[in-house]
């Protein structure tokens, strides 16, 4: 039997509208994440309800923005509130095609200014083997996103078997790669780059293993700053890449990043 591959993707989607708040972008994101065609994906900043949008009939009064970009061709969500504010309220959320088992949200602001959140669900390939997703947004303070990957890694430690199948993703403003240092310690983790098989890029068929390539994703019409990432544990990555262009830079501020992966080992069961 051949090994179980999902396609997986992380999006920072700017709450769905442009820079200062005047238009939504919600119909570009659904062509953006239809074009992704991922089996599951790890969003942030999504605004579930803007009422100014809906006054000024940008968007319908009886569709949210997680209606609409379901309709992608995702059947299955879940969704946890991180802000709230008079005019509506935003979050995390993750879209998968994989019947989601159950889902939580978790609280990790660090201070009054910034509301954060790390969003944990449980998902089954077909076959049975359970995995989890974290998806998460971490502070701009960097500590604030130090505290924030030691409550995830005691998260984590506590609530996952060593042995499941892990996949934490989202937006962790890390370009000083702190955080980055921390997950990989604490729970034995590897980015998608690091876990990519050797097959994968030529380099690393000529013997050039020492590589090391980073996710640049923001800003997306010119990434140079690696703050989004895909952290796995149990799934070898054969590929991974961030599209870029002017189409993608008009969806949101941050890039997509986007990982074919392939399960490392099986363990059925939550």
Known sequence: MK?????????????????????SRVAELRLALHRIDADVIFLQEVQERNERLVRRQETSAHSSQLDVLSSSGYAHRAYGVNAIYPHGHHGNAILSRLPIQHYANHDISDHALENRGMLHALVHLPGGTAVHLICAHFGLAKGSRMRQAEWVSRFVEREIPADAPLILAGDFNDWQRGVDAQLRERLGVQDVFDAETPSAWVDRLLGW??????????????????????????????????????????????????????????????
């Not at 189409?247 to 941050?254: G, I, K, N, Q, V």
Request: hydrophobic share 40%; net charge positive.
């Open 209 to 270: 293993r020492k590589t090391v390539r980073v996710a640049r994703t923001f800003p997306s019409l010119v990434p140079w700053l690696t703050l989004d990432r895909i952290y796995l544990r149990g799934f070898n990555a054969l590929n991974a890449q961030v599209p870029r262009g002017r189409s993608w830079a008009r969806c949101s501020d941050h890039a997509p990043l986007i990982a074919d992966l392939e399960i490392q080992w099986a363990r059925p069961g939550p």
């Open 3 to 23: 090994p179980a591959r999902l396609r997986v993707a992380t999006y920072n989607i700017h709450k769905g509208v442009t820079a200062f708040g005047r238009r």
